[in-house]
């Protein structure tokens, strides 16, 4: 069953470290967002292969929007 990762806030995407493909354990960093000069880890919380990674480095992304998706 897949796992959709969604944003928990309205930040920039700072750096991407994983991409489409990679087979990641739980608690693998996924992403780097950053908010009000602030760096949070968007992590994986199940193990399994990345099947989309939906943004890149510089985007915005707002409350709810897709971050990645892992089967």
Do not use: C, F, Y
């Amino acid at each position: 069953m897949a796992e959709e990762i969604r944003a928990e806030m309205v930040a920039n995407v700072w750096k991407v470290v994983a991409t489409a493909g990679d087979t990641v354990a739980e608690g693998d960093t996924l992403v780097i967002l950053e908010s009000m000069k602030m760096e949070i880890p968007v992590i994986a919380e199940s193990e399994g292969v990345i099947q989309q990674l939906a943004v890149h480095e510089g985007d915005v992304v707002q409350d709810g929007d897709l971050i990645a998706v892992i089967a």
